[in-house]
């Protein structure tokens, strides 16, 4: 039995949006998935090529999280295909466990249909009613307004800033810290 049940969600373009776990049998198309976002966009951690996740490694870290009750990774299908996903981890010790941080993306094709709000909306309802986790983090890009309008509008509030957090072409550039409480 999985942490959630896939539900279905008609997006503002009517098309019909499916979310749910990630299973290991994802995994050949995650890793294509995580290599297409990650020449999309400059606001992820990651660049073209920089993941280095193999297939073994990629099955394993699905497994790993689906063994822990405080990580959750869920992916929105359309039209049978990955076009989003969510990875949520909690903290690993006893005094950190109630506490983690995400990830979201949607492929660029797909911005602006709502799929990063369906799959945040779907992450604190599991936290609701997981009763472990009750703070959600997150740490965006201070320059990436549009994903910090999306976080606000979720209901996640600004906590701080950390200087110079990511480098890319020579450049640095701030995150903004930001955080959900759960309860």
């Known amino acids: 039995m999985g942490k959630i049940p896939a ?18 049998e994802d995994a ?3 890793l294509k998935y995580t290599e297409k976002i990650a020449g999309e ?4 951690t990651f660049g073209p090529g920089e993941l280095g996740i193999t297939l ?14 405080n990580a959750l990774y869920i992916v929105a299908v359309l039209n049978g295909r990955i076009v989003g996903s969510l990875s949520f981890a909690g903290g690993s ?11 979201v993306s949607v ?17 604190l309802q599991w936290c609701r009613e997981s009763g472990v986790i009750r703070k959600v983090n997150l740490r965006v890009r201070a320059d990436n ?13 600004e906590e ?11 450049k640095f550039y701030d995150a903004l810290l930001m955080g959900y409480a759960v309860d």
């Open 7 to 24: 539900v279905q969600v008609k997006l503002r373009s009517g098309e019909l949006l499916v979310i749910r776990e990630a299973a290991a």
């Open 145 to 157: 307004l549009r994903a910090i309008q999306l976080y606000k509008k979720m209901g996640f509030q």
């Open 107 to 123: 492929l660029k094709s797909h911005w602006g249909k709502g799929i990063g709000t369906e799959l945040i909306r779907c992450l």
């Open 56 to 69: 073994e490694q990629e099955k394993a870290y699905l497994a790993g999280v689906a063994s822990k009750n």
């Open 28 to 30: 050949p198309e995650l």
């Open 93 to 103: 010790r006893p005094r950190t466990a109630h506490i983690g941080e995400f990830g």
């Open 41 to 44: 966009s400059d606001f992820l």
């Open 160 to 170: 701080g800033m950390i200087t110079r957090q990511f480098l890319l072409q020579g």
